[in-house]
């Protein structure tokens, strides 16, 4: 008598404890599949007023961004287009391809400063 109800407690812990899995299963692959809200950034970095090269990268909390670099007087770079945050990285996709620039930034985990390198050129801008 006392294995027939040692079967039956073995039977119904079994039961119970595939139950709990599958209810954990189930909620962390809803969890899983939850967006994060991820708003954009909402602000401006540039080069000092009294350089000439008028660099700016305007990034918006709409995920869209205006950039100027006005470094080399026969190529001025004017464009905006869209970014993409990841992290500390900003990777900004113009709405016109054929223009080469620096496209991606990272910004400081304070977020006063933006750093680019494109091949041997260097560009570091702060909060305006």
């Known amino acids: 008598m006392q294995q027939i109800k040692n079967q039956k407690f073995k039977g119904n812990c079994m039961k ?3 139950k709990l ?3 954990l ?3 962390s692959c809803c969890s899983a599949f ?3 809200k991820n708003d954009g950034l ?3 970095y540039g080069v000092s007023d009294s350089d000439p090269s008028k660099i700016e990268l305007k990034l918006n909390k709409n995920y869209t961004f205006t950039y100027q670099d006005l470094s080399v007087s026969s190529k001025e770079i004017k464009l905006s287009g869209t970014y993409m945050l990841k992290k500390n990285t900003v990777v900004l996709i113009p709405a016109e391809e ?3 620039f620096h496209n991606k930034w990272k910004i400081s985990t304070d977020k006063k400063t933006a750093k680019s390198r494109r091949w041997l ?3 570091t801008l702060r909060v305006k």
């Open 21 to 23: 899995s599958f209810v």
């Open 34 to 36: 939850t967006t994060i």
């Open 25 to 27: 299963l189930i909620i």
């Open 42 to 44: 909402n602000i401006t």
């Open 98 to 100: 054929e223009i080469k």
């Open 16 to 18: 119970n404890f595939i």
């Open 121 to 123: 050129c260097f560009y």
